[in-house]
């Protein structure tokens, strides 16, 4: 059966740009799928090298600083294709993106797994962490739900923050918090 796992997807163009991306990809059996927005980075590199880099960590500030900054994080070179490795993933897959299929305003790649690596154990998210995922995710959806709308689901999940969270995700949340607060979305 397919699940979602948030990750830190990293592409590079044909210049060897990195983009980092946090990205709820598709895991079913042995395929991986990606379903980028067509107007992002990641789309534009994948359709450029079909090579991608899926990083699974439980930094969750990696996913606030990089779903609304341009952050380059610390990495490693990947093995088997052209891409980088987040120094600090817990497990990651090299891949190569092919089958492009266009679905709305998405496309969808399925990506053959040519390498996976377990660099370290993954302990786990938190309440606190997995508080932080959402509201990553919600701070990219500024532009459809509105300032207003995120600010009240951010009240909900700073409780939650408050109440489990580390040093890490405070900071996270933080950032995110005040991203929202400067939108005019």
């Not at 359709?47 to 439980?58: C, E, K, R, Y």
């Not at 990696?62 to 980088?84: C, I, N, S």
């Not at 120094?87 to 790649?109: I, V």
């Not at 797994?113 to 962490?129: D, M, P, Q, S, W």
């Amino acid at each position: 059966m397919p699940f979602i796992l948030e990750t830190i997807v990293i592409t590079q163009d044909e210049n060897g740009l990195p983009n980092f991306a946090p990205m709820g990809v598709t895991f079913e059996d042995d395929k991986i799928f990606l379903r980028p927005y067509k107007e992002t980075t990641t789309y534009t590199n994948l359709v450029a090298t079909g090579q991608a880099v899926i990083n699974l960590t439980d930094n969750v500030l990696l996913f606030a600083e990089g779903a609304v900054g341009q952050f380059q994080f610390p990495t490693l070179p990947a093995e088997r294709v052209k891409g980088l490795v987040l120094q600090d993933a817990c497990t990651y897959y090299e891949c190569t993106a092919r089958d492009l299929r266009d679905e709305g305003e998405r496309a969808r790649f399925a990506c053959t797994v040519v390498k996976k690596v377990v660099l370290r154990e993954f302990i786990g998210f938190n309440r606190a962490k997995n508080a932080v995922v959402e509201a990553a995710i919600l701070a990219t959806r500024v532009r459809f739900l509105g300032q207003a709308h995120i600010l009240s689901e951010f009240k909900r999940l700073g409780e939650i923050v408050d109440k489990t969270g580390g040093e890490q995700e405070h900071t996270a949340f933080q950032y995110l918090f005040e991203h929202i607060s400067r939108s005019h979305g």
